[in-house]
């Protein structure tokens, strides 16, 4: 059973260079689909993605009148997307603009592509 105490004593040992993360057992094209993968992994991130793609930005509070979800949950939902790297946020006046980051959008693509296109078609 892992506990809160065993959590914070394998990132203590970590940071000491005792330990080594799991993700750094992988390649850095596996953990990078890997972010992509968590951070569209929820039907609201989805949704935040293709109302920025139809338009050209959006400002947080009018993301909130389309989703069913409240301004903490979706400014929550904004900021997975953008450490991501997937969108970004300009202050204007009181409010942030959101719009996806076309380069990072049009990488995340060609990553997830790359992913996929290993199925084979023959396989059960």
Not at 99 to 122: G, H, I, K
């Amino acid at each position: 059973k892992i506990t809160i105490n065993r959590i914070i004593a394998m990132k203590s040992s970590a940071r000491q260079g005792m330990g080594k993360a799991k993700s750094d057992m992988f390649s850095r094209a596996d953990n990078e689909v890997a972010m992509l993968a968590h951070a569209l992994g929820h039907p609201a991130r989805i949704a935040i993605m293709r109302h920025l793609a139809r338009t050209q930005g959006c400002i947080c509070g009018d993301l909130v009148g389309i989703l069913p979800l409240s301004q903490s949950t979706v400014s929550q939902h904004l900021l997975a997307l953008k450490k991501a790297g997937l969108i970004d946020g300009q202050v204007e006046g009181t409010s942030v603009c959101y719009c996806v980051n076309r380069t990072a959008w049009r990488s995340a693509s060609e990553r997830l592509r790359r992913l996929f296109e290993f199925v084979d078609e023959r396989c059960c």
